[in-house]
């Protein structure tokens, strides 16, 4: 994680655009891409979205997409000085106290 955020913010520097890498910019971007992953989906049937991968154009473009979306999640974080690893376990365990097993098991309702 930390190779991929240094390679982002160096990225970004080279180009000079870290002065439009605000927080909002990146959230509006980050927004954007996350729609143009939907959009992949869009109109599938669940069993066709499962199968997503296995079509090359289709998977090349799902993949694509979540490129994006790693890229601006992870310069979001980097200019936030937010570990997104630690974010991320931390919700889990939020998580895993608001939806114990023995309640959350099979069911998809939000309590």
Known sequence: ???????VREFAEERDWQQFHTPK???????????????????LTPEESAAVMSDPDAG?????????????????ADVLDVNLVE?????????AR?????LARGSASKR
Do not use: C, H
């Open 25 to 43: 910019n990146l959230a509006m971007a980050l927004a954007g891409e996350v729609g143009e992953l939907i959009a992949e989906f869009q109109w």
């Open 98 to 102: 608001r939806y114990p097993v023995d």
């Open 60 to 76: 090349n473009r799902v993949r694509a997409e979540l490129g994006d979306v790693m890229i601006y999640l992870t310069r979001l």
């Open 1 to 7: 994680m930390d190779d991929l955020m240094s390679r």
């Open 87 to 95: 974010a991320a376990l931390t919700k889990l365990q939020d998580s």
